[in-house]
């Protein structure tokens, strides 16, 4: 076996159970105000294990700077992860520099600065404990 299928078996038996890839989304946000707006919540089911955000862009599409704020919401509680984070004009940056892991039920929120500049794409993989059958696809 090669590297790379040692490396993908270790991600794949993380927690001990054997995990299936049950989607892949890019989930996209145009962040039209100031308020704080959901830009993806892990599913919450029986056989759902954890969503793996693997990437997240946010682009600048004006003439002048912004700044982002990119929070976890679990419950009640509320997890910085970026707070009034820099993107310059007309420029498009990425904020990950390692994978994200969202638990089920977890909600990753954006919020701009100012309406109608920035707009956010993440990559995301979810994971279930059980393979789904082709059938039901």
């Known amino acids: 076996t090669n590297k790379y299928c040692a490396r993908w078996k ?3 038996l993380v927690t001990s159970i054997p995990q299936y890839i049950q989607g892949l989304t890019n989930a996209k946000l145009d962040l039209t105000s100031t308020d704080v707006t959901t830009l993806y919540t892990a599913p919450s089911t029986a056989d759902f294990n ?7 862009i946010v682009s600048n599409d ?3 700077g912004d700044t982002i704020t990119l929070t976890v919401t679990n419950g009640s ?3 910085s992860l970026f707070q009034v984070k820099a993107v310059a004009a007309n420029t498009s940056i990425e904020l990950l520099t390692r994978d994200l892991i969202l638990q089920e039920g977890e909600i990753l929120k954006a919020t701009a600065a100012t309406a109608d500049r ?5 990559s995301i993989q979810e994971f279930a404990i059980h393979r789904t059958p082709q059938s039901a696809l």
């Open 77 to 79: 509680d509320v997890f």
């Open 50 to 56: 954890a969503s793996v955000v693997n990437s997240i």
């Open 118 to 122: 920035l707009h956010v794409v993440a």
């Open 62 to 64: 004006s003439g002048s």
């Open 10 to 12: 270790k991600i794949m």
